[in-house]
């Protein structure tokens, strides 16, 4: 089984651009795609990101994905933060013994 | 537009059993494997089960294999989790999900309801 890790929390201000890692344990980060949920307070989750890099529709092109296979990771960048952008993230990929992997989430706050 | 709506929560006594109903509409369900996706109050989201788009293929997180039964009635739209010899780490929020890929197997979640409340306290 493989394990995706998260940052526990990250926060900036308004306006600047913020990075979330997730990195893969075990096997290619490129090799499986990667999913991007975000689950405000209260809510239930959305997805922003799917396969990889691709934004459904309706999401803001101010959120982006991608993939660095140096450090077998996955990325989400938020630029342009806005308050409403504080939630939770959780990144989720999956291989052939393992369906569907969530990664721990990272908690944004947006100061 | 895509709605899956979650029912049959509630609270339900250890080792007692419960069935998860969700209904899908906006999109050709029996096109799609769907996922069953909990989260604990305060906690992280964890996978549970998924079907895919013809009940050919099923899987289990090991936290529930043997206890909760994943099923699809694809002419009524509709996802089931059977829960049996529930404990009280299975107290969650449940959410049904749809999946990215047109008849694949498991890859990742486009669509989410909007969760049920299951809640196992003597």
Known sequence: NFMLTQPHSVSDSPGKTVTISCTRSSGSIASNYVQWYQQRPGSSPTTVIYEDSQRPSGVPDRFSGSIDTSSNSASLTISGLKTEDAADYYCQSYDGSNPCVFGGGTKLTVL | ?122
């Open chain 2, 1 to 122: 537009e895509v709605q899956l709506v979650e029912s049959g929560g509630g609270l339900v006594q250890p080792g007692r059993s419960l069935r998860l109903s969700c209904a899908a509409s906006g999109f050709t369900f029996d096109d799609y494997a769907m996922h069953w996706v909990r989260q604990a109050p305060g906690k992280g989201l964890e996978w549970v089960s998924g079907i895919n788009w013809n009940s050919g293929s099923i899987a289990y997180a090991e936290s529930v294999e043997g206890r909760f039964t994943i099923s699809r009635d694809n002419a009524k739209n509709s996802l089931y989790l059977q829960m049996n010899s529930l404990r009280a780490e299975d107290t969650a929020f449940y959410y049904c999900a749809k999946d990215i890929s047109w008849r694949d197997w498991l890859r990742g979640v486009d669509y989410w309801g909007q969760g049920t409340l299951v809640t196992v306290s003597s």
